[in-house]
């Protein structure tokens, strides 16, 4: 079992920055043998229709980026403390949602990154909020 739980989440002004954190615990292999990912609900309020906006191998190589979030947020791993951190910066109104993060026990391979399906463990869930 793997548990995750995030923090961080709050509101800001458009412009403004937030940093999302993701503590994980339990049974991970680490080293880049497994996937990380933050998501954001959307529209739906299903899972599987959840937005993926970054994704990494766990000891922080090959950061993926959505592209509305490319340039503006960075995806980091701290294996010591096996805590993932989302960074975000130059929020816009559009960026309002509930972010998740997520784990897959698995090297998810490139193009697949950031499919919900693909990732078996998910934290509760944080919500930003951005004003105009």
């Known amino acids: 079992q793997v548990q995750l739980v995030e923090s961080g989440g709050g509101s800001v002004q458009a412009g403004g920055s937030l940093r999302l954190s993701c503590a994980i615990s339990?049974?991970?292999?680490?080293?880049?043998?497994?996937?990380l990912a933050w998501f954001r609900q959307g529209p739906g309020n299903r899972r599987a229709e959840s937005e993926g906006?970054?994704?990494?191998?766990?000891?922080?190589?090959?950061?993926h980026y959505h592209d509305s979030v490319k340039g503006r947020f960075t995806i980091s791993h701290d294996s010591a403390e096996n805590r993932m951190y989302l960074q975000m910066n130059s929020l816009k109104p559009e960026d309002t949602d509930m972010y998740f993060c997520a784990y897959a026990r698995s090297h998810v391979m490139d193009g697949s990154r950031l499919i919900p399906k693909l990732y078996t463990y998910w934290g509760q869930g944080t919500q930003v909020t951005v004003s105009s």
């Open positions: 906006i970054a994704s990494i191998y766990s000891g922080g190589s090959s950061p």
């Open positions: 339990g049974q991970t292999y680490g080293n880049g043998r497994d996937t």
